[in-house]
């Protein structure tokens, strides 16, 4: 500690890389009017994954982008979800998840690599899936909701194909 100015300082301490890589999907600038005038502030939404089948996503608001993004992937690594995958880094099989007005339907493709757009691609490229075709059926092109439609879809996986059940009055 050193004092500057009659005030204790503490030393920053380095963190240890962290085990997962980020990325940002979505930066926006909020506005607030208040009675001076407007006030700023940002809304960072990031997704954190460590490509061997583990994939957050996390929304963070502040005064500061740096901070945002800080914000937002301390969220994602709170908020993780591990995925089952195939022997090939595929999905097992096909889902599909809706948030607000969007939906993504999620296939496995093998040896096709990922085929997808907006934030279904990032997300899947941070969860290490690779032999996967996604579709975004959306009216809104709003990357929050896209996004949380697709990790929806993706919570929905589980180990095995979903039998189907038919109940038949005979």
């Known amino acids: 500690m050193t004092e500057i100015f009659g005030r204790t ?16 999907i979505s930066l926006r600038r909020v506005t607030r009017v208040v009675k001076g ?12 994954g460590d490509k061997r089948g583990r994939i957050g996503l996390g929304l963070g608001k502040a005064g500061d982008i740096s901070e945002a993004i800080e914000k937002g992937f301390r969220q994602a690594k709170k908020r993780m979800l591990t995925l089952p995958l195939t022997a090939d880094h595929s ?46 059926i959306s009216p809104s092109k709003n990357k929050i909701n896209i996004a949380r439609a697709a990790l929806a879809a993706l919570g929905s996986l589980t180990s095995h194909f979903p039998t189907l059940t038919c109940n038949y009055i005979s």
């Open 37 to 48: 005038g407007r006030r700023f502030s940002f809304s960072a939404l990031v997704a954190a």
């Open 91 to 136: 999905i097992p099989h096909e889902v599909m998840a809706k948030f607000g007005s969007s939906r993504v339907v999620i296939r496995p493709a093998p040896e096709r690599g990922i085929v997808a757009g907006s934030a279904v691609r990032v997300l899947l490229a941070l969860a290490g899936v690779r032999g996967v075709s996604a579709k975004v």
């Open 9 to 24: 300082k503490t030393a920053k301490t380095k963190t240890a890389p962290s085990e997962f890589d980020h990325k940002m």
